[in-house]
């Protein structure tokens, strides 16, 4: 399995731990960890799953993954390294709290289902419980991250379609939202395809 090795620039004062926080559900979640300003995590990429290690140290941001060939051209993305705070201009509030947490990129992902499918769980639940359920479907039906002893990648699609709505509300997901991943594991291919081509199409998709 590939093996990337590199190192970024980052930005002045950058915040690894809390610029890639939106990739986890909690100290728990199967599928990333950070101790400090180092993390790990995995994706599910077109290719295969990955996963990703980083950490900063001298304005450098020094990464390298296993099965990870296929995210070198987006890992810009990935950490927030387009993103220009300096240039965001918020109203009192925001702003308020921009500079309570500098230090924060937005990133965008190379991948979304996994993403769509968290967002998913987060509706009409409390944090925790959608958290919980992300976390016991990924220890049920995902399965060993790459190159990682403590690691999981969430579900793919492919196992998911062979589930019955059922199997996810016995993870503790709501009926609705069991029901919609389900229909989003079948679409996966589609959604990752237009997601590649921009946000626009994606939208107007």
Not at 77 to 92: N, V
Request: glycine share 6%; aromatic share 8%; with cysteine.
């Amino acid at each position: 399995m590939a093996q990337i090795s590199t190192t970024l620039v980052a930005p002045s004062a950058y915040d690894l731990q809390r610029t890639i926080s939106s990739l986890s559900s909690g100290r728990q979640d199967p599928t990333a960890r950070a101790v400090g300003q180092r993390i790990e995590f995995s994706l599910l990429t077109p290719s295969d799953a990955v996963t990703v290690r980083a950490a900063v140290a001298d304005d450098q941001l020094q990464l390298d993954g296993t099965g990870a060939e296929w995210l070198v051209p987006y890992l810009d993305d990935l950490f927030g390294l387009k993103d220009a705070p300096q240039d965001f201009r918020p109203g009192y509030s925001v702003s308020a709290l921009q500079k309570k947490r500098p230090g924060i990129h937005l990133i965008r992902l190379p991948v979304l289902f996994h993403r769509l499918v968290q967002i998913v769980l987060h509706q009409l639940v409390t944090w925790e419980e959608a958290a919980w359920a992300w976390q016991e479907m990924t220890r049920r039906y995902g399965t060993d991250a790459p190159g990682s002893t403590e690691l999981l990648v969430g579900p793919a699609p492919e196992r998911l379609n062979r589930l019955a709505y059922f199997d996810l509300v016995d993870c503790g997901i709501l009926p609705r939202q069991a029901q919609l991943i389900l229909r989003l594991a079948r679409e996966a291919r589609r959604i990752e395809r237009v997601w590649q081509q921009g946000d626009g199409q994606l939208i107007a998709w």
